[in-house]
């Protein structure tokens, strides 16, 4: 069977190198092209020039849909906005589009959802194997115990994160409430400092850490009396989501038409 043919938007970005990086590296798929934005100083490059590996002969270019017309899957890593009009073209071309784009608008996450009915669209916030194995367990792991363990999450990222907490800790704190069959928004517990008082039974606690160059790190913790389970994930490289976005991609060979996640693509 001859490889997956695979399109990347986003291309000279830091995940678009890090995708040309994982296709390549990937057994049954091949970069075919690459788009970045008109006028970026890398056009006409060769794609595995930029991502630092050897060269491919297929260099970045800037027609998104002559890539969609002639590729078997699309991996978009961009910007919100150009993402929602990607995802158009994908539901006329109908080509397969996984989305990792992410701080979409309701009405860009819609232009995704409607491609669904058209196309494979696999999207998700966070594409690592290991994050994604890490939110099925700890709704697993709350299914199980009740609240006389104490959900705790604990999260670290780099000093550049604007954002707290990690869109990744708040899923987790979804995953963990899903299955205690309750709602984060009741029972999160985001901001402790000076005189709390003690904590609420079944509360969902959060602590964030900013420091270095932490790709990103997620403990759950559930802690009973005299025992606790910790549950952690370390990224280290985003080469991480790259691969299972690559993964993901892989996955969509002869699946119908439909919105999927990475909890789908995994069967978690
Ligand atoms: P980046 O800024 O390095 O790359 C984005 C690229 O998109 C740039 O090269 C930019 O020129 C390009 N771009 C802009 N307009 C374009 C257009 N019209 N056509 C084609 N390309 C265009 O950012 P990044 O770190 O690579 O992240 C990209 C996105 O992926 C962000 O939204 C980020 O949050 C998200 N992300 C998701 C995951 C995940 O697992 N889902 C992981 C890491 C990053």
Known sequence: MSDLAVGILGGAGRMGRALVRAVTEAKGATVIGAVDAPGNPEMGKDLGTLAGIDPLGVTLGGDVRALFEKADVIIDFTIPRVTAENARVAAETGTAY???TTGLEPEQQAAIAEAGRRAVVVQAANFSLGVNLTIAL???????????FDIEIVEMHHRHKVDAPSGTALALGRAAAEGRGVTLEDKADRGRDGITGARKRGDIGFAVLRGGNVAGDHTVVFAADDERIELTHKAGDRIIFAR?????????AG??????????VLKL
């Open 98 to 100: 996984v989305v990792g």
């Open 138 to 148: 700890t709704r697993r792991l709350a299914e199980v115990l009740d609240d006389s």
């Open 244 to 252: 299972g976005a690559v993964h993901a991609a892989l996955w969509t």
């Open 255 to 264: 699946k119908s038409a439909g919105y999927y996640t990475m909890q789908d």
